[in-house]
């Protein structure tokens, strides 16, 4: 899955990546100024060719934003580097089935051939281990359940990484529409300032009302520099994430629609990276118990070596075939103990599993609930804001007929702005809450990847 998203693989992975913006942070692993400054994109590479993409700085997508920021993380390369060791000690738990060459050099001095002098010893073994009453059969296991549990933590790794990336996206895009909405409400102010003007010229309307209507604009403007100062923070935020600034990324409406575009937000509880982990580390328990009680007993194989020595008359130039049997009793209970801390463990294990399964719950409920609340909020909003602009355009008639002051169509105005803030702000919980749904289910970077693939 982690592979397939946006076609990168994370194994050997990089990124070109420094914005055309103004002062992008430099990318950690490699990039090429020139090339992205020339061409206003960034290429993600992947270990094949053939599967790597150029995304378009300017108006990036959700998708394209996340795909970027997996490709560069380091705590996926953290993990991906973790499932590399993991797998590693797999092949050193099977390697104890395999025989062992065993040799041993001793150049000294002593008595060789009755004389004297500097001389040589060595020798030269095999072994085959034969059966443990299940140890070495338990390390497997355990080492197996170990790879697969740290395979699910970078899945899981990486949906975190992702629902990191989506909320800084969101949160940049929100603030992207309320600075366009802060613009609509100058313009607006400035219009009516221009109305208010030319009816002060005629004699219809007193001069305050045109010191009002300046008033008016410039808290207008200070709004708008409250809304630009929110987009550069979360502009500052993404570029940590991807690497580069975009100065125009997809609308709120845009994002929701390629959500929306994603499906129902449901799966199976049991699937999702996390308690998949939680569940290879209770097998991983499970297994280390089974070593535990096996290493009670004695472990059985078959020997064979050869020795020789520089010394003509030797005897230990004899070779030898047997049965090794080897192992070992602790005074202290130490096997005891190991069987008691392995049983601990387990039971440790088997509550994290239940405690991750809690947690994932929770955090689906919660987010469907934050669902339905922005859902309600967005249709609330959007219609206070058509009330708003019809009781504005009222006022406005009223006031040109001396029936309403000015600061009522100044103050609708404004509610507008309010009212538009608010729905843009329920907009932004209403995605967010769906994205932490997909990742709590573990299937956001699955579903984008899907969606990319789609993509013409």
């Not at 045109?210 to 520099?225: F, P, Y």
């Not at 990324?249 to 575009?261: E, P, R």
């Not at 103050?411 to 702000?425: F, M, P």
Request: with cysteine; net charge positive; charged share 20%.
């Amino acid at each position: 899955m982690v592979a397939a998203f946006c076609a990168i693989g994370l194994a050997g992975c990089e990124t070109g990546a420094t914005g055309p913006a103004a002062n992008p942070p430099v990318n950690r692993q490699s990039g090429s100024t020139s090339e992205v400054l020339h061409t206003g994109s960034v290429r993600v590479a992947a270990s094949k060719p053939s599967e790597a993409l150029r995304i378009k700085i300017e108006g990036m997508n959700l998708a394209e934003a996340i795909g970027i920021a997996i490709s560069r993380h380091p705590d996926i390369s953290r993990a991906n580097a973790v499932v590399a060791q993991s797998a590693s000690e797999v092949a050193i738990a099977r390697s104890a089935w395999y025989p062992a060459l065993t040799y041993n050099v001793q150049p000294g001095y002593g008595t060789f051939g009755g004389e004297r002098k500097a001389g040589l010893h060595g020798s030269l073994g095999v072994t085959q281990l034969i059966y443990d009453f299940g140890k070495t059969p338990g390390q497997v296991s355990a080492a197996s359940a170990t790879l697969s549990q740290r395979r699910h933590l970078l899945n899981d790794t990486t949906e975190t990484v992702a629902y990191e990336t989506a909320a800084v996206f969101v949160e940049l895009a929100a603030g992207q529409d309320m600075k366009a909405a802060a613009s609509r409400q100058v313009k607006a102010l400035q219009d009516i300032h221009a109305k208010i003007r030319q009816r002060v010229q005629a004699g219809l309307s007193d001069a305050s009302d045109q010191s009002q209507a300046d008033v008016a604009i410039q808290r207008a403007s200070a709004e708008g520099l409250k809304a630009g100062t929110r987009f550069d923070l979360s502009a500052g935020k993404l570029a940590e994430l991807i690497g580069v600034r975009p100065q125009r990324i997809a609308t709120l409406a845009g994002t929701q629609k390629l959500l929306q575009s994603l499906g129902a937000e449901a799966g199976n509880l049991e699937q999702t990276p996390a308690i998949r982990a939680a569940s290879a580390a209770v097998d991983a328990a499970d297994a280390q118990l089974r070593v535990a009680k096996a290493d009670r007993w004695p472990s059985l194989g078959i020997t064979a070596s050869q020795s020789r020595s520089s010394a003509a008359d030797s005897s230990d130039d004899k070779p030898f075939v047997g049965l090794a049997i080897s192992g070992g009793f602790s005074l202290g209970g130490l096997a005891q103990h190991k069987v008691a801390a392995a049983e601990a463990e387990k039971r440790a294990s088997a509550q994290a599993l239940e405690n991750q399964r809690l947690v994932t719950r929770t955090a689906l409920g919660s987010a469907e609930t934050e669902t339905a609340g922005a859902a309600a909020r967005l249709v609330s909003y959007n219609k206070v804001i058509a009330l708003t602009r019809s009781s504005r355009d009222l006022y406005w008639q009223e006031y040109t007929l001396n029936k309403r002051p000015l600061t009522d169509v100044i103050n609708a105005e404004r509610d507008v702005y309010t009212a538009e803030g608010e729905r843009i702000n329920a907009a932004a919980d209403g995605i967010v809450s769906k994205i932490k749904a997909y990742a709590a289910l573990g299937r956001l970077t699955a579903m984008l990847s899907q969606k990319m693939r789609e993509k013409p």
